[in-house]
């Protein structure tokens, strides 16, 4: 049993590395979202920099910012295997779970990449208030993010298998992934005006609940959207 | 002969309710006659929920036993859902507008219906961006459910961002009945009118199913 | 060690391409399917691999361990078909060294290596794939199809795009894969059907096989 989950997890992990190997040659999703990041970030602090802006202003500009950069290239790995014609390999190589827990770990690992990124430059650019407890910001953009991760997974596969574009994907994962989104900015924006642990609690815990238990339906429903 | 009596009913019992939202209700405690667009509003959005749940009933069936009928039952749901959601949207706009003198708000109540809305919008927009019949149903089936899932999360955490706006302790059903006996009768009434008028319509959208499949040669294979 | 196809059919739409057909494959045997374009050769390997479920019917296998449908024995199921595309960023090495790893497979560097000598691909093994002729594709998707020594090998017009050599080189694949396990090829070519066909499905479009 335990060889089993060892190989499981070997498989998932080849497949990202696969993916960070194609990522690091082709750029597709560093430039695409990098650039998403920067004319947002360039267009909020152009208009807004100078001004001190309370901290909830602040979580709403970073989590918009984040919001729109992932959903600019998160569909793009699954959308290409099927354009490229390799998911019919991978279907034969490996179970639904092992291809889903791959590209999830995948796309966690592109979002975090995302936030190492863009909140040093928002930081850099912006006149943020003194006293925020940093600590609990990276906590809650790394938990929003894996959230984001989480729900678009499957929302990608469903969008590739329907060969639609990459611009669907906020379309539809907007309504579902709202909740994570109004948390998170919450959360956010106390951890900006110097929150305590104590006092983002409720919204961590809410994170890591949805995280759970989208990631356990998306596990379940993922074989119906990739077999045929 | 039942279906013709059954209809008339409706018929009348609509026109009854819709009577007596105007008439035979008091005016209720500091909202006055605006109170009376409970007697639709919230039926519609109760409507609203009951419509989603029917369509993600009939996903799920869909995925188990692959019938495409399922998925036309679904996809019809899902319609009459969006109808009705739209028009709870509007009605609960006019009586934001006439209330708090604002049409829009995002108190929890005003965010739950929209983003039902969007919820909608999403799995129509879905179903239109594939072609193929079979994956089509297959994809706005499961993400039928995944919407379902997150929406549990939503009217959890938005009373918590958000004061509420929304006339809770004076008219809600859910806050406890404080509502006048007589007002009470015809909410009451008026939500099993739009309740039968969605069985209706769900009637209408199984036997149009039946005959989409009979049309396009599809056997229970 | 066998396969058992029961009454299978398959449709798309309104489209029927398999109704009806029943099969038996054993090993030892050579098997080849055979008919005119869409007459659903390449449906009946897809469906035997496990790439497309099937509308009605039973695909069963036998093996000495175990009893399963084709998704199952995913582990045992080699396919060589035109519709299998690798990533073209990566080195014939670097594809089938993932793929090995995606299978929970246990290959050295080497042995991966020895496997692309065999299919005369060692020249190029470290070349991205996307700059390979269609015969050199051809030659890893048999490389890719043999990575797990699979007890069940379906082959989709493999001769294709091959020169003599290539052509040489399959020869050689279907007759060991006779002796170790099943092996079943989709042809057109009244030649190879000659050749390889000890047991011949004939498909006609929309039609029922040799029940």
């Known amino acids: ?228 | 002969m039942i279906a013709i009596v059954l209809k008339i009913l409706l018929a009348a019992w609509m026109v009854m309710v819709t009577v007596a939202a105007f008439i035979y209700a008091p005016p209720a405690l500091g909202l006055g006659d605006l109170a009376r667009i409970i007697f639709f509003h919230v039926p519609l959005a109760w409507v609203s929920v009951l419509a989603y749940l029917v369509s993600m009933v009939h996903s799920i069936r869909y995925l188990r036993n692959g019938l495409m009928i399922e998925d036309h039952k679904a996809a019809l749901n899902a319609e009459i859902g969006l109808i009705f959601t739209v028009l709870a949207t509007v009605t609960g706009s006019i009586f934001a507008r006439y209330t708090w003198g604002m049409f829009w708000n995002w108190d929890p109540r005003e965010s739950s219906i929209f983003i039902l809305l969007l919820i909608y919008c999403a799995y129509f927009v879905l179903r239109s961006a594939v072609e193929d019949e079979t994956r089509r149903a297959r994809m706005a089936s499961v993400f039928s459910i995944i919407a379902f899932i997150s929406v549990p999360f939503l009217v959890f955490i938005i009373p918590r961002v958000y004061a509420t706006l929304h006339p809770d302790p004076i008219i809600s059903v859910e806050a406890g009945f404080q509502m006048d006996a007589k007002m009470f009768r015809v909410f009451i009434a008026s939500l099993l009118g739009f309740t039968g008028l969605y069985a209706w319509l769900a009637n209408i959208a199984s036997r149009l199913s039946a005959l989409i499949g009979g049309m396009e040669g599809e056997k229970d294979v | 060690m066998r396969i058992e196809i029961k009454k299978l059919a398959k449709s798309y739409r309104r489209k029927k391409v398999l109704r009806d057909l029943s099969w038996q494959l054993e090993k030892g045997k050579s098997y080849v399917v055979t008919g005119p374009n869409g007459s659903g050769k390449s449906t009946l390997l897809r469906l035997l691999s496990g790439l497309e479920k099937m509308t009605a019917g039973e695909i069963v296998f036998y093996t000495g361990e175990m009893t399963a449908d084709p998704i199952t024995m995913r582990g045992s199921i080699g396919l060589v078909s035109p519709d299998i595309q690798f990533y073209g960023q990566l080195s014939p090495l670097e594809n089938l060294t993932f793929f090995a790893a995606l299978r929970g497979l246990n290959r050295s560097r080497d042995s991966l290596e020895n496997l692309l000598t065999g299919v005369q691909l060692a020249e190029d093994r470290h070349r991205p794939v996307g700059a390979f002729s269609s015969g050199m594709k051809q030659r890893l998707r048999l490389a890719f199809a043999l990575l797990h020594e699979p007890g069940f090998l379906f082959l989709d017009e493999p001769f294709t795009n091959l020169d003599r050599a290539g052509k040489e080189l399959v020869n050689q694949i279907i007759a060991n894969q006779v002796s170790r396990g099943i092996v079943l090829i989709a042809t057109n070519e009244p030649s190879e059907v000659e050749r390889f066909g000890q047991d011949i499905l004939q498909l006609a479009p929309r039609s029922m096989g040799p029940g």
């Open chain 1, 1 to 228: 049993m335990g060889r089993i989950f060892y190989n499981s997890l070997r498989g998932a992990w080849a497949l990202v590395k696969k993916d960070l190997v194609d990522e690091l040659r082709t750029r597709y999703a560093i430039t695409t979202m990098g650039l998403f990041a920067l004319t947002t970030l360039v267009m909020v602090s152009f208009s807004t920099g100078i001004f001190s802006l309370d901290a909830g202003l602040h979580a709403a500009f970073l989590w918009i910012i984040i919001f729109f950069s992932a959903m600019s290239a998160l569909a793009r790995s699954f959308i290409k295997e099927e354009e490229k014609g390799t998911a019919a390999a991978l279907r034969l190589s490996a179970p639904p779970e092992i291809i889903f827990t791959g590209k999830l770990l995948y796309n966690v690992l592109l979002l975090l990449g995302l936030v190492v990124v863009v909140l040093p430059l928002y930081l850099f650019l912006m006149n943020l208030p003194p006293g925020a407890n940093y600590a609990l910001v990276i906590l809650l953009l790394f938990s929003g993010t894996a959230c984001l991760a989480g729900a678009t997974t499957i929302l990608a596969a469903m969008i590739s298998r329907a060969g639609a574009k990459n611009s669907l994907l906020p379309v539809i994962a907007f309504p579902v992934l709202l909740p994570v989104l109004l948390t998170a900015i919450r959360g956010t924006s106390i951890a900006l005006a110097g929150g305590k642990a104590g006092g983002v609690s409720a919204e961590l815990t809410f994170l890591l609940s949805y995280l759970l238990i989208i990631v356990t339906a998306s596990l379940l429903l993922f074989p119906f959207v990739w077999e045929d």
